[in-house]
């Protein structure tokens, strides 16, 4: 029954924090065991209460800012210098300014959101497809949970009780691969289609992009910077890239004003009350997985299928694939790692970095395909184009992410080389 009353709940539009600690409690008045009720706000409130889960609102908070004060902008056309003069510029400028935006980000859905604005409409005025563009700005989001910083990484950090960190510096090859087999993708489709040839600023204006986007990427620097260099930890760099945010947009571009602080900061607390609140309920939901044993009877069901760890991980990513389809990639993220981190540490060997960027990658898929596809309604209600054109379009990036995900299955080197 308590699968039925979460799939009716699920199925019923219930928002997913509602459904998870409903039928928690489902549970525990179905078992007859109400003492479990005593605990029940200490789980809610011990799953929120790490230090590292600060820099998810901070993280949030840098991308408002940046957006609001202009610096997306300015990365934009700081990426016009490197790609914007090859064939389909504009197509590459959209992936170049979404590696750089998903350094500061961390993510998908604000990417999403945010690109979408600034990308859609100049490459529509250009002649590209509107389906096209909107796919390629809504694919370039897929790189913002893998580059770091990270909010699911910030997450699986704090549920894997292993160094945040760590978790950054181990998904910086895996997003530049992603961002490699886009540039395949993009190259091939570009020679079948014929895009618009692109145009290379002349030295002034390159001059003058250069100048005014070195303080935009100030940020990203200032984020990776601090955490690889050790002089800040994970959170401590997102308080000064929403610092340095603040200042560049008001100071430097002057985009910003002090009268536009209380909407950012009012939908900055809006969207990280949501995130926190999905956190403490999933925490008692994965309390009463733990308590029902769940991780022991998975553990014993796939041993029974395969001692390959490469075998392994392909089955996770299959499941994960419908369950990221279905589910919130951060809930899904809660709910999967107590029940399957330690199957594939102990059992099959596989190191808790390798595993967490490859759950990470595959839940943040669902963003984009149906039935749900959060992300698809996102790019729809930006750009006015229906969902199911967008994901057309996207097919070819959805297949170089699994591309991806094989590798990075195959190829645990991808994830440990910089660590």
Known sequence: MTLAVFTLLLLGAVPIALVLALTAAWYIVASGNTLLFVSYPQQLFGAIEHYGLLAIPLFMLAGELMNEGGLTRRLIDLARILVGGFRGGLVYINLVANMMMAAIVGSAASQIAI??????????????????????????????PIIPPSMLFVLYGVIAQVPIADMFVAGILP????????????????LVEQYPKGDWPS?????????????????????????????????????????????????????????????????????????????????????????EQLPQMAAAWIASLTTDPFIFLLLVIGVLLLVGMIIDGIAALILVVPILLPIATQQFDITPYQFGVVVSLT?????????????????????????????????????????????????????????
């Open 175 to 190: 997003g530049l691969l992603m961002g490699l087999l886009f540039f395949i993708a993009i190259t091939v489709i570009g």
């Open 203 to 291: 030295r002034d204006q390159a001059r003058a992009y250069l100048l005014m986007g070195v303080p935009a990427m100030s940020i990203p620097l200032i984020i990776i910077g601090g955490i690889l260099s050790g002089l800040a930890t994970p959170t401590e760099s997102a308080a000064l890239a929403s610092l340095a945010a603040l200042l560049i947009g008001r100071y430097v571009y002057r985009d910003l004003t002090f009268a536009r602080l209380p909407d950012i900061l009012r939908r900055t607390a809006f969207n990280a009350g949501l995130v926190i609140m999905l956190i403490a309920a999933a925490g008692v939901f994965g309390w009463v997985i733990i308590y």
């Open 363 to 419: 839940l943040v898929l669902g963003l984009l395909t149906p039935p749900v596809g959060a992300g698809l309604f996102i790019s729809s209600s930006m750009t006015g184009v229906p969902p199911m054109q967008i994901f057309r379009a996207l097919l070819p990036f959805l297949a170089m992410s699994l591309i991806a995900l094989v590798l990075l299955a195959w190829q645990p080197w991808l994830t440990l080389a910089l660590l």
């Open 115 to 144: 690109m979408s604005r600034a990308m859609v409409p100049a490459m529509e005025q250009e002649g590209y497809d509107k389906p096209f563009s909107a796919a390629i700005t809504a694919a370039g989001g897929l790189m913002s």
